[in-house]
C-alpha cells in the first residue's frame, strides 16, 4: 500500500508561479511511476507530468516549457515536486497526484489550484 498526500495548491494570479508537493509513504520502495494530473468539472482526468523511478519526465503539451516536475528520496518519503511557472487561467483544476507500485495506480486526494485572471 502507498498513501499519497499532496499540499501546495492555492489561488494565484495569472503568470504567477506554484509547487504542488506530494509525500508518498508505505510501500514507497517499489513505487516507479510517480506523477501529476488534473481535472477540472465535466472533463476527464488528464497527464500533467510524470517522471519514471530513473528520472525520466514526460510533460503535457499544455505545460511544457513552463512547468518541472522533479523526485527525492528521503527519511523512508518518496516526494514528487510539480513547479508550474507563467500560470494561466486555463491551468485551473484540482491537481491530483499519482504513483505506480507494483503495477497498482495510487492517486491522492487532490489539491485545488486556482488561477485569477
Known amino acids: 500500500q502507498v498513501q499519497l498526500v499532496e499540499s501546495g495548491g492555492g489561488l494565484v494570479q495569472a503568470g504567477g508561479s506554484l509547487r504542488l508537493s506530494c509525500a508518498a509513504s508505505?510501500?514507497?520502495?517499489?513505487?516507479?511511476?510517480m506523477g501529476w494530473y488534473r481535472q477540472t468539472p465535466g472533463k476527464q482526468r488528464e497527464l500533467v507530468a510524470t517522471i519514471t523511478s530513473g528520472g525520466r519526465v514526460n510533460y503535457a503539451d499544455s505545460v511544457k516549457g513552463r512547468s518541472t516536475i522533479s523526485r527525492e528520496n528521503a527519511n523512508a518519503k518518496n516526494t514528487v515536486y510539480l513547479l508550474m511557472d507563467s500560470l494561466k487561467p486555463e491551468d485551473t483544476a484540482v491537481y491530483y497526484c499519482?504513483?505506480?507500485?507494483?503495477?497498482?495506480?495510487?492517486w491522492g486526494q487532490g489539491t485545488q489550484v486556482t488561477v485569477s485572471s
Open positions: 499519482y504513483a505506480n507500485s507494483d503495477w497498482r495506480d495510487y
Open positions: 508505505g510501500n514507497i520502495f517499489r513505487i516507479n511511476g
